[in-house]
């Protein structure tokens, strides 16, 4: 089998650089990256031919992509090497300063992936080299922005992905720990007019209560024992870019009230600070909460809930995209440097226990397992740990369950009515309190408690008749509305 075209991409700021790394790999290219423009000039020279293509941003901090170009250029036996660069903020006489220098494209970011894989393949073509088969190409339009996109859900959020690029209305994103939540925020970074700017990324659940106020909004020197400097925050490193609020449903209630007034008024002071602070950032958001039931339950701001739902992107764990298992099983053996084993050379056996484990954590556990893979080289091991894990898992559940409906026969045993019986009026008990607090919420306006609840309209309008919650109870002070 021939070895992968491999491409050198010459790119300092690491969300482009991941972007040009994984859109070319699942391409089916091999891809090195590299910071500066001597270390891509010296891997050149010591690559000898290996190297089919150099992707480099005409603008690289140090040595430019250009120098590299007319380095290129003078060396003997080079004249025909593929060079393509690019630029964020490309200009005519830019481009055609490139092309008389010999480059042999000039691109203009943000790129789509797909036009980026033509870019390589005709220059690849064109020096007589071949590109490598595309994974998808039963669907040519099918693939990744910086995510895969096999499975017809993830498709469907790929092209939202390249409507929401347009604007900059916040976006908050719902799914599972490792479904790739911050990987497709980056994507919509990448494609927006944001995209030469800072991508800053907060886990609000990995930093302590009470210091994440300083992590997002910065502090002034002398504000705490240990602020030796004023210190800028996440939202000013973000500035004229986008900031990730990952788990934003672990940030507490206090600190949620600071940041709707950030994303309001675009301005707040630093810790200890009087100065007004004024910002341009595109917030995202990531949970894997519900954060509708976050706020029924008292612990998440309605008024900061409707100020960043504007749109919802829910992204479907693993085990609902077997799609893309075995995809992102060759990603990763790529990734990680698998030089004695491929994909297509494990056997199905495996495969088969790969596609009937259920993945509780998702790509990132499924990265975990591939590179115990690379080490172990045991397939056989792996597979019976992932099936023991899995039994593990059920027999638990079951356990739990069984504790549960011992606990409402015991507590049947006290009263005189049956266990099912009890078991619904307990459930038509919390039903009517839960209905109950989402009107409450939205001033007894019934179609947007049925929005707030993911309800039907009309499900909802029979559940407040079968529970007898009428707009009569609403408290005189909000009102009830009719709609």
Request: hydrophobic share 40%; net charge positive.
């Amino acid at each position: 089998m021939n070895e992968k075209p491999t491409v050198l991409v010459a790119e300092s700021t690491p969300e482009i650089a991941k972007f040009l790394e994984v859109a070319l790999s699942c391409h089916g290219y091999a891809v090195k990256v590299l910071p500066t423009g001597a270390e891509a000039l010296a891997f050149l020279r010591e690559s000898d031919g290996a190297v089919a293509t150099l992707l480099a941003d005409a603008h690289l901090p140090g040595k430019s992509g250009m120098e590299i170009l007319r380095e290129i250029r003078q060396d003997g036996g080079r004249q025909r090497f593929p060079v393509v660069l690019y630029a964020r903020k490309p200009a005519p006489s830019l481009e055609r300063e490139a092309l008389e220098s010999g480059a042999s494209d000039f691109l203009a970011l943000p790129i789509g992936h797909s036009d980026l894989a033509k870019v390589v393949s005709r220059q690849l073509l064109g020096s007589g080299q071949h590109s490598p088969r595309r994974a998808e190409e039963s669907d040519p339009s099918a693939g990744i922005e910086t995510f895969l996109c096999l499975s017809p859900r993830m498709k469907e959020i790929r092209a939202a992905m390249r409507r929401l690029s347009l604007s900059d209305v916040p976006v908050v994103f719902y799914g599972e720990s490792g479904v790739g939540k911050e990987v497709v925020a980056r994507a919509l970074h990448i494609q927006s007019h944001r995209a030469g700017k800072p991508f800053v990324k907060l886990n609000c659940a990995a930093v302590p209560s009470e210091l994440l106020e300083s992590e997002l909004f910065g502090y002034e020197r002398g504000a705490f024992t240990g602020a030796f400097k004023t210190t800028p925050g996440k939202f000013e490193q973000a500035d004229g870019g986008t900031i990730l609020l990952d788990e934003i449903g672990d940030m507490e209630l206090k600190l949620q009230a600071k940041l709707l007034h950030v994303l309001q008024d675009r301005e707040f002071q630093r810790l200890g600070g009087r100065e007004t602070v004024r910002v341009n950032v595109r917030v995202l958001a990531a949970t894997h909460r519900n954060l509708e039931t976050e706020i029924l339950e008292g612990r998440f701001r309605a008024d900061l809930f409707f100020r960043l739902n504007v749109i919802r992107v829910d992204i479907p764990p693993l085990r609902e995209r077997p799609e893309e298992l075995l995809a992102f099983v060759e990603m990763f053996m790529r990734k990680h440097g698998a030089s004695r084993m491929r994909a297509k050379a494990l056997d199905e056996s495996f495969k088969q226990a790969l596609i009937s484990y259920d993945w509780p954590g998702n790509i990132r556990e499924l990265e975990n397992v591939v590179q115990r893979l690379l080490v172990l080289q045991n397939p056989e091991a792996i597979a019976a740990d992932l099936a023991a894990s899995m039994r593990r898992r059920k027999a638990h559940a079951a356990a739990n369950t069984t504790t549960a409906l011992a606990r409402h026969v015991g507590a049947a045993a006290t009263t005189e009515l049956p266990v099912f019986e009890q078991v619904n009026e307990t459930k038509a008990h919390m039903e009517e309190e839960v209905i109950r607090a989402a009107l409450e919420l939205t001033n007894w306006n019934r179609k947007k408690a049925a929005q707030l609840l993911m309800l039907d309209y009309k499900a909802l309008l029979y559940k407040m008749k079968k529970l007898d919650i009428s707009s009569s109870t609403a408290p005189k002070s909000k009102g009830a509305s009719a709609a």
